[in-house]
């Protein structure tokens, strides 16, 4: 049996202009002494930590750069920053509110700021295998990814937040996309948290 319409992606609010975090110690961009090429070689090894981790193992806060301004403009502090690395990037604030909904089915990981008093968590959410109905689901043009989702019910009944899965996705572990039921939704929503818009997925 399949579902449509039933969860909801997370996206950025249109017109807002959240804090931005960036992966690594410094915020700046490091270059490398030899080459004079732009290094990223701290960025992928935090990248490469945050998709590896899994539950049961132990977990190091990993470094992250918060970004106040861009382009000269300030930018606003929200519960949920702009990152997309494995799951999303949520405030303090957000997790004092929400901590018991939001490790119904994650985990609320600290990770190190290194230039704001500011705490940051990043919400892991759990991969669903087969979650998506992919001959059902409307897809782009390019008939490789998924538009509009349909889901598999007996994979994601009853769950508040998972990451989405169907056989061809490119890369499934490296996918930061968390879908959130309406329950989840609503409680966002009513504790006042900044930072989402709900998009039906």
Not at 168 to 195: I, N, R
Request: some cysteine; overall charge negative; aromatic content about 12%.
């Amino acid at each position: 049996m399949v579902i449509l319409n039933t969860y909801y992606d997370l996206k950025y609010p249109s017109g807002t202009n959240g804090w931005v975090a960036t992966l690594g110690e410094i915020p700046e961009q490091k270059f490398h002494p030899d080459t004079g090429k732009e290094d990223f070689t701290e960025q992928r090894r935090v990248r490469t930590y945050l998709q590896n981790w899994q539950p049961g193992q132990e977990w190091s806060p990993q470094p992250v750069c918060l970004h106040f301004e861009a382009r000269g403009r300030k930018l606003s502090k929200v519960d949920r920053i702009f990152h997309g690395m494995v799951g999303p990037f949520i405030s303090e604030n957000a997790v004092n509110k929400l901590r018991p909904l939001l490790e119904r089915e994650g985990h609320v990981l600290p990770l190190e700021v290194m230039n704001s008093d500011e705490n940051f968590y990043l919400w892991w959410v759990p991969l669903v295998k087969n979650s998506v109905d992919i001959g059902q689901s409307e897809k782009f043009p390019n008939g490789k990814t998924v538009k509009r989702y349909v889901f598999n019910e007996s994979e994601v009944k009853g769950l508040t937040a998972f990451r989405p899965h169907y056989s061809e996705m490119y890369s499934p572990d490296a996918q930061g996309q968390v879908l959130v039921s309406e329950d989840f939704k609503q409680a966002w929503v009513d504790a006042g948290l900044t930072g989402i818009e709900f998009k039906l997925a």
